[in-house]
């Protein structure tokens, strides 16, 4: 079993930034893809962003050029810098990780408990 942390949620005005982390334990490995996801009220989970233990990501074309993932092996760790936030960034996001690879077709077998964002205009 894998337990996944986020933290670093919160409220921010549109143009703002946060960072978002998610801590991983458990029966986990530093090989394991991991991510973001979100959903917003009313819409389907969504895949943000990912990363492979190599470090190779892959972005939703609506938060590229906008937000960086990266990942601390040696801490179990995945990042999500969002800058430029915007209204239509609010959403419950989710970190997520998978022993292979994180794609919006696949099912996702480790989900945290999630984290608000809420971007104001």
């Known amino acids: 079993q894998v337990q996944l942390v986020e933290s670093g949620g919160g409220l921010v005005q549109a143009g703002g930034s946060l960072r978002l982390s998610c801590v991983a334990s458990g029966r986990t490995s530093e090989t394991y893809a991991m991510g973001w996801y979100r959903q917003a009220p009313g819409k389907q989970r969504e895949l943000v962003a990912a990363?492979?233990?190599?470090?190779?990501?892959n972005y939703a074309g609506s938060v590229k050029g906008r937000f960086t993932i990266s990942r601390d092996n040696a801490k179990k760790s995945v990042y999500l810098q969002m800058n430029s936030l915007n209204p239509e960034d609010t959403a419950v996001y989710y970190c997520a990780a998978d022993p292979l690879v994180l794609s919006s077709t696949r099912r996702v077998p480790y989900w945290g408990q999630g984290t608000q964002v809420t971007v104001s205009s």
């Open positions: 990363i492979t233990s190599g470090g190779s990501t």
